[in-house]
């Protein structure tokens, strides 16, 4: 799927997508209609010597190639990054793997569920049920990430082959794609394991849904005296104090048992408080708080939806974010639009998905006369991939020839080198789609209010919310709102490259930094729009926060649907536990999905420049980026193939895909293919440790059970199977199953029972592979997350944060300001 998904972005190439005999097992996949579309199919069998010709054929042609595949079988099948630089040195070669192609997990399977159980995920969404111990989330968070980054990696090795004239090998893997979801908790654990006299991380609420952190009031989850759940999104102080008045509780704040709300003092008033406003929204019904958000912009709450209802949000509606499509093979499907529109509509028209080899012979004909040079054409290439493939015709001025000057890059320097990128936006969800461009080389200058960005102040440990989201940035603080604040941002943007601007709707304009107004001063802009809504419409000037899109898109109730089926003062508070689980954890939330939206975005925009063929202004948005993420659930049409849903205990979707105990920790199994059966039954039927303990039917005689000799008995038997299964787990530690089954190749790893932030922090070998050094005026030297891809050529950077307005002085220098200027700018507080 992350392949898929990282080629459906491109798909405006002539993506060829190359399935095994039999078709790629995502056409099972509900998603099958919207993220196979687009592509041509081919079937290749890469045993056979004549399809392996073709397959030659179509890479001499392609500009990259995609691979799903892990290290050692891409090897195997000659599809390694060596084997693949060997054809061309233009080809840009993708590999996506689970874990990468280096470090001590490097050969493990690389399905989702086994990434999220080793990196701790599971652990942190524990609060999704009310038994100890993990929990399984069901959103795709590893597999969006990897997708996403692998086209950021795409994407700048095309901008740099178009000065360098080379290729290169580039690595994109679910465990640093999960990775840049996470807002601040890698620096919540950092903290605490420097100061744990000082600082501690908690939970946001007891387990009985009583607050413990002042965020659990402005993200209020509660329902509606008609029954129906709202998510509060009030963080900024302005919002959060519009909330307080709405609710009639301002005379709170005048009242000295009341002093310092909303950082309360003991844990009675801090339950006080929010039983309070739970019962002011139960007050009203959705209609009387619908009236309010329509009336008053600085007040949003998002209904919960789940599965397909993301496409009926009025602003998605709006925006046309949702077509029906005609297919012959599945009828109408309707479905998402593309993620990133131009000039207010879709990037590119939707096209249906292939049947399996349905444009077979075209592709073998063109294979055939591919040239087998080691220098393929520069025009009319493509993209292919074994699972998937992206690239772009381009024409013969647009991209340089295979002959273009080597040393017209800098060997080893950062792809995006020499790009810069001027950034308008608060929090994290727009703003980290920069940071994590700053890695591959952009500079990045932010621009600031003169207090500093809000999310600097949102966690009680100073600046620390903030330390991730600014990383290799430059901070000019200003103020917008003066001639002369204007003028400087408007020099800056002519000096720039990129402007990302995610200001609610109107905000931009009223600024001086809409599209119109800085376009006049630099025509060559990449101007991307990355509000939470829209740039206008019905919610375009509504505040926006994960907690909210990730109610409004269905993340909450995918992964807590049985939440919000609560009546009493209690029940709602524990069953606010849960839905805030779903959607608030900082490690897992929205604004990490649309922040990789927002880089892919930016990406894209510069590759049409470097090529010639410069895109209006971009919009891409939270909203319409989480209906992105899932789906799987989001996609409608008839014979719609039935898709697994967790188990009531929270363990999975099936017995071969979900989290076991063990006889110390847990395990999570992932055998779900058929071909992975037999290897599963054998190794457990042929372990020593199992048969004294369990019933033979559940060991020694399980590859033989004929409930569970065929794909069709396991699933009519998966109850059977999961007690026969975990009768057997529960004879031996977690980790020496996963040592066992491993060995086996079978798909099983010890689930991580703490947060992945702070493992990979204190275990030194993971660190060393998944984490990089870096300094920041905050944290001085410490351990961040590496750079999101890796480049067999070209350089990335692990910079640090930096502080609000840090480097204003420098950057009016730089624009030709005289010292005395800049004093007297500072003295009348329009810069900072």
Not at 163 to 186: F, K, N, P, Y
Not at 523 to 548: E, H, I, M, Q
Request: hydrophobic share 45%; proline share 8%; charged share 20%.
């Amino acid at each position: 799927m992350p392949g898929a998904l990282a080629t459906q972005f491109l798909a405006g190439a002539d993506v060829v997508g190359v399935e095994r005999p039999g078709g790629s097992p995502l056409r099972r996949s509900p998603a099958w209609p919207a993220v196979g579309g687009g592509r041509r199919s081919i079937i290749v069998d890469l045993h056979h010597p004549a399809d392996r010709t073709v397959l030659d054929g179509l890479l001499a042609g392609a500009d990259v190639v995609v691979t799903t595949l892990r290290p050692r079988t891409a090897r195997r099948l000659g599809l390694g990054p060596d084997d693949l630089a060997r054809r061309s040195p233009r080809l840009v070669s993708v590999a996506i793997t689970g874990w990468g192609s280096a470090g001590p997990w490097a050969d493990l399977k690389g399905y989702e569920a086994l990434v999220m159980a080793k990196l701790g995920m599971f652990h942190a969404k524990r609060r999704l049920v009310s038994r100890p111990g993990p929990a399984y989330s069901s959103v795709a968070y590893a597999t969006w990430g990897a997708a996403h980054t692998a086209v950021q990696g795409i994407v700048a090795a095309l901008v740099e082959r178009a000065s360098s004239g080379r290729g290169q090998h580039v690595e994109a893997d679910l465990v640093r794609g999960a990775s840049m979801i996470d807002t601040w908790s890698w620096f919540e654990h950092l903290v605490a394991v420097r100061f744990p006299d000082a600082y501690r991380t908690v939970e946001a609420t007891t387990p009985a849904g009583d607050p413990v952190s002042a965020l659990v009031y402005p993200l209020l989850v509660a329902p509606t005296r008609d029954g129906h759940w709202l998510q509060f999104a009030q963080v900024e102080p302005r919002l959060f104090a519009a909330m307080l008045t709405e609710f009639g509780l301002t005379p709170l704040l005048d009242d000295p048992k009341w002093a310092g709300l909303p950082v309360l003092a003991t844990q009675e008033l801090r339950t006080e408080l929010l039983e309070i406003m739970i019962r002011k929204v139960g007050e009203r019904t959705l209609a009387d708080w619908q009236q309010v958000f329509a009336t008053n912009p600085d007040i949003n709450a998002e209904v919960f939806t789940v599965a397909s209802g993301v496409l009926d949000h009025p602003q998605i509606r709006h925006d046309g974010r949702v077509v029906v499509l005609d297919t012959a093979e599945h009828g109408p499907v309707r479905r998402p639009t593309t993620l990133v529109h131009v000039d207010g509509a879709p990037l590119s028209p939707p096209r249906p998905a292939p049947r399996p080899d349905e444009h077979g012979a075209e592709l073998r004909a063109e294979a055939a006369a591919a040239p087998r040079s080691a220098a393929p054409r520069s025009a009319d290439r493509h993209t292919v991939a074994p699972h998937t493939a992206p690239g772009s015709p381009a024409s013969p001025a647009a991209v340089p020839t295979a002959d273009a000057d080597p040393a017209a890059s800098v060997p080893g320097g950062s792809p995006l080198a020499g790009v810069t990128i001027l950034e308008f936006g608060l929090m994290f969800a727009a703003p980290f789609g920069t940071t994590m461009l700053a890695d591959l080389g952009a500079r990045v200058i932010k621009v600031e209010t003169l207090a500093g960005d809000t999310i600097r102040r949102i966690l009680p440990f100073p600046e620390l919310g903030a330390v991730r989201v600014m990383q290799g940035k430059e901070s000019i603080a200003l103020d917008l709102g003066t001639d002369e604040g204007r003028r400087i941002v408007h020099e800056l943007a002519r000096r720039s490259d990129v402007v990302l601007q995610a200001f609610r709707a109107g905000a931009a304009e009223r600024a001086g930094v809409d599209a119109a107004t800085l376009r006049a001063v630099n025509p060559d802009l990449v101007y991307v729009n990355a509000p939470g809504y829209g740039t206008d419409g019905p919610c375009g000037d509504k505040p926006a926060y994960a907690p909210s899109i990730g109610a409004a898109t269905g993340i909450a109730l995918t992964e807590a649907p049985s939440a919000a089926n609560a009546t009493s003062l209690a029940e709602i508070k524990s069953a606010a536990v849960r839905i805030r689980s779903a959607s608030a954890v900082s490690s897992l939330q929205a604004d990490g999905l649309a922040a990789l939206g927002v880089a892919s975005a930016i990406s894209l925009g510069l590759l049409a420049r470097t090529r010639g063929r410069p895109l209006g202004p971009m919009t891409v948005t939270m909203l319409a980026t989480g209906m992105h993420a899932l789906l799987e659930q989001v996609v409608e049409y008839a014979g719609r193939p039935a898709w697994p849903v967790v188990d009531e205990g929270g363990h999975g979707l099936t017995a071969l895909y979900r989290m076991y105990p063990a006889a110390r920790g847990w395990v999570f199994l992932a055998a779900p293919a058929p071909r992975e059966w037999a290897a599963l039954a054998t190794t457990l039927a042929a372990d020593p440790a199992v048969e004294p303990a369990t019933d033979p039917l559940a060991a020694a005689r399980l590859a033989a059970d004929p409930r569970f000799a065929t794909a069709a008995g396991r699933a009519e038997h998966d109850h059977e199977l999961a007690v026969a299964l975990g009768r057997i787990f529960a004879t031996r530690p977690a980790a020496e199953w996963e040592q066992r089954l491993t060995a086996a190749d079978v798909g099983c790893v010890q689930v991580t029972e703490m947060d992945a932030e702070l493992q990979l922090q204190t275990d030194p070998v993971l660190a060393a592979e998944y984490a990089s050094p870096a300094v920041s005026p905050i944290c001085d030297d410490h351990l961040r997350m590496g750079p999101p891809v890796r480049f067999s050529r070209s350089a990335t950077r692990s910079p640090g944060g930096c502080l609000a307005g840090e480097h204003t002085e420098a950057l009016l220098r730089e624009l030709g300001y005289a010292d005395e200027e800049i004093k007297a700018l500072r003295a009348r507080a329009v810069v900072g």
